[in-house]
């Protein structure tokens, strides 16, 4: 009997712990224009805004909205709704390996903060919702 209770204690347990690891995805939402537009606004609209800037110039990326953010590049969409892997905002923000260093952003700057980061890779993860 005390090696059932053993186990059904340690299934639980272990089930606990793997509700717990969820990853990165929080439970709380991650809004666009309270949590993500103003860490665009304060390390990536100096270049990315129409007509000027120019981060915009070159690549035709303006974060100035959230319809500019969405529309992505002159090559096409910068953000993968629920795939922070495969975007590239996130990619060249994180200046994840294999990135060329003369393209990660904010350029010529120092990286983002990890918390930022991570608020990016939830909103993204979470959908890229205009909340």
């Given at each position: 009997?005390?090696?059932?209770?053993?186990?059904?204690?340690t299934?639980?347990?272990?089930?606990?712990?793997?509700a717990?690891?969820?990853?990165?995805?929080?439970?709380?939402?991650?809004?666009?224009q309270k949590d993500?537009y103003?860490?665009l606004?304060?390390?990536?609209?100096?270049?990315?805004?129409?007509p000027?800037?120019?981060?915009?110039?070159?690549?035709?990326?303006?974060?100035?909205?959230?319809?500019?953010?969405m529309?992505?590049?002159?090559?096409?969409p910068v953000i993968?709704p629920?795939q922070?892997?495969?975007s590239?905002?996130?990619?060249?923000a994180e200046?994840?390996?294999?990135?060329?260093?003369s393209?990660?952003?904010?350029h010529g700057?120092?990286k983002?903060p990890?918390?930022?980061?991570?608020?990016?890779r939830q909103?993204?993860?979470?959908?890229?919702?205009?909340n």
């Amino acid at each position: 009997m005390n090696t059932h209770k053993l186990l059904a204690s340690t299934l639980i347990l272990g089930f606990s712990l793997l509700a717990g690891c969820s990853g990165e995805q929080s439970s709380k939402p991650v809004s666009f224009q309270k949590d993500v537009y103003p860490i665009l606004k304060a390390s990536c609209a100096e270049c990315h805004t129409a007509p000027d800037g120019e981060g915009y110039k070159k690549s035709g990326l303006a974060v100035g909205t959230y319809e500019e953010l969405m529309k992505g590049t002159k090559m096409g969409p910068v953000i993968i709704p629920g795939q922070s892997l495969n975007s590239s905002l996130n990619r060249l923000a994180e200046g994840r390996p294999g990135v060329d260093p003369s393209i990660r952003m904010p350029h010529g700057k120092v990286k983002l903060p990890e918390s930022q980061l991570a608020i990016l890779r939830q909103w993204v993860d979470q959908g890229a919702k205009n909340n």
